[in-house]
């Protein structure tokens, strides 16, 4: 079955720069959510879209934004990049109706120099 | 979204049964009680989830107390391919999920 698909898998940048990260959701999903998860830390919410509108948000910086395309796809735009910003990004997407279980893709690994 | 409470670590032979419990004595009436794995950074999969009644598919079974303050999961035949990360989340709605510390399950062979 199809997963959820992130692009680009690994990411190195230097500090101050930005990055764009894509995520793919399960082909028929709607509902996309982004997490960080830090070296040695567990997971953790960014945010989440529905129908191209913001659904849900948890922790995220400022300094990051993103969005939902019609396709459904979504991108988690990161500018001013700090060392701190050094993570695995999953995405996942789920389905409205329902249970809403949430599916998760491999993740991006971000590195900042 | 409910707190849970779940061992930090916990140790099982190959190819015995698993059990790893979680406490959610917050829980409300429309939550579920989620369980999700993550094997070395990799993204986390999902494993099963149950509202009341015990569930079991190709993966685990999950057994919640009547009172549904506490639930289990069960993996039957552990395989060192278990060694992960397993963490019980509750959730009602579409919201982001709560990560909390989770166990980390070690497969002895």
């Known amino acids: 079955a199809a997963g959820v698909i992130q692009s680009p898998r690994h990411l190195i940048k230097e500090k101050r720069e930005t990055a764009t990260l894509k995520c793919y959701p399960i082909p028929r999903h709607d509902t996309v959510y982004w997490y960080q998860q830090g070296p040695g830390q567990d997971p953790q919410f960014l945010i989440s879209?529905?129908?191209?509108?913001?659904?849900d948000k948890g922790s995220i910086p400022d300094r990051f934004s993103a969005q939902q395309f019609s396709d459904y796809h979504s991108e988690l735009n990161m500018s001013s990049l700090e060392l701190g910003d050094s993570a695995l990004y999953f995405c996942?997407?789920?389905?409205?109706?329902?249970?809403?279980?949430?599916?998760f893709g491999p993740g991006t690994r971000l590195t900042v120099l | 979204d409910a707190k849970t409470t779940q061992p930090t670590s916990m140790d099982c032979a190959e190819g015995r049964a698993a059990n790893l419990p979680c406490n959610h004595s917050t829980i409300s009436g429309n939550e579920y009680v989620y369980w999700y794995r993550q094997i070395h950074s990799q993204g986390p999969q999902y494993i099963i989830h149950?509202?009341?009644n015990n569930e079991t598919n190709e993966m685990a079974s999950l057994i919640i107390t009547e009172d549904r303050k506490s639930s289990t999961l069960i993996l039957p035949h552990a395989t060192l391919r278990d060694t992960a990360v397993y963490y019980c989340?509750?959730?009602?709605?579409?919201?982001?999920?709560?990560f909390g510390k989770g166990t980390h399950l070690i497969i002895q062979p």
């Open positions: 996942a997407s789920s389905l409205r109706t329902g249970v809403h279980t949430q599916y």
């Open positions: 149950g509202l009341k």
């Open positions: 879209f529905y129908e191209k509108m913001q659904s």
């Open positions: 989340i509750v959730r009602g709605g579409a919201d982001g999920l709560t």
